[in-house]
């Protein structure tokens, strides 16, 4: 067991992660990140799979993921942020100091910033796979402008399909919604307003079977199956945007913080960073299932640092 006992603790190094270790390391808090590593959470998160970020302030010409996440860990180490590449194998908040353990070594720290983020559901197609980021994308705010005036499909029946798609609607020449039943599991007004646009189509109880075409290395269409019928069939498309789900990396915490019915962490107090256990703070999309950018990840990031000094300094721990 580590003898030191930090002022916090940050778990997980994306947009939110680096930017908390960024305003705790400049409120001389000397933070430990534990970053995760390339056999469990990826070091960076989600924008380290990303080629191009074009939305994100500061870069006029875009940047890519890795690029954009380099710069970030080069800056929070800047500033006296210890890296840890590793994962947290378990924590026990239960007790103070809390601790945080990497496999048979415990880190112990009077705060813990959760900044673990969450990953897109997939649906697990080896041409998906080959085709990530070239045409196939999980995020139509984020890719949707590469897309302009082009042919899109959208594979979703929840909420989520249904705000991507319309969102595409707005850019793109036709949006086609691919899903499996014939009942969606988004909310009426969402469904009626994507059968009310005129640049939508649906193509219901069918699956995706194959994305086209990773010879040309880019998205020319997709083979679609209807369960009914069986029938297959070609639709020409440009891109295919994934809406079915995200996962939030949360199952260290299960049993020890509050999660929602679809596992994200829960604020204790609305409009903060909090959960129920004071001292411990979730920040990122850990926690948000609504807005899932780069952008509100960092503001969340440095909403948990700036609590977190607060309430160190107002328990005279720092």
């Given at each position: ?79 006296g942020t210890e890296i ?77 399909a249904m705000e991507e ?154």
């Amino acid at each position: 067991m580590s003898s030191d006992v930090r002022n916090v603790i940050i778990i997980g190094s994306g947009p939110a992660g680096l930017t908390a270790a960024i305003y705790a390391a400049r409120a001389n808090l000397k933070p430990l990140c534990i970053e995760g590593s390339v056999i469990g959470g990826i070091p960076g998160g989600q924008l380290m799979i990303t080629t191009t970020v074009e939305n994100y302030p500061g870069f006029p010409e875009g940047i890519t993921g890795p690029d954009l996440m380099a710069k970030w860990r080069e800056q929070a180490v800047r500033f006296g942020t210890e890296i840890i590449t590793a994962d947290v194998t378990r924590v026990d908040f239960g007790k103070r100091p809390f601790e945080c353990w990497v496999e048979n070594e415990c880190h112990r720290a009077n705060a813990v910033i959760i900044a673990t983020g969450a990953k897109a559901k997939w649906l697990g197609l080896e041409s998906e796979h080959a085709l990530e980021n070239r045409g196939v994308s999980a995020c139509a705010t984020c890719d949707g402008y590469f897309f302009r005036n082009q042919d899109v499909c959208v594979v979703g029946g929840g909420d989520t399909a249904m705000e991507e798609a319309l969102y595409l609607a707005g850019l793109c020449k036709s949006v086609t919604i691919i899903h499996r039943r014939q009942d969606f599991r988004a909310s009426k007004i969402m469904v009626e307003r994507a059968q009310k646009h005129p640049k939508m189509r649906f193509l219901l109880d069918s699956v995706v079977t194959e994305v086209l075409d990773v010879a040309q290395n880019t998205v020319t269409g997709v083979k679609v199956k209807n369960l009914v019928t069986g029938a297959e069939s070609v639709v020409p498309t440009q891109g295919l945007f994934i809406a079915i789900g995200h996962q939030p990396n949360t199952q260290l915490f299960e049993g020890v913080l509050d999660r929602d019915e679809l596992g994200y962490l829960v604020h204790a107090v609305p409009g903060t960073t909090q959960t129920k256990i004071p001292g411990v703070f979730a920040a990122g999309d850990v926690a948000d299932h609504v807005y899932r950018q780069a952008v509100t990840a960092a503001g969340s990031g440095c909403m948990a640092a700036i609590e977190a000094e607060r309430w160190l300094s107002a328990n005279q721990l720092h």
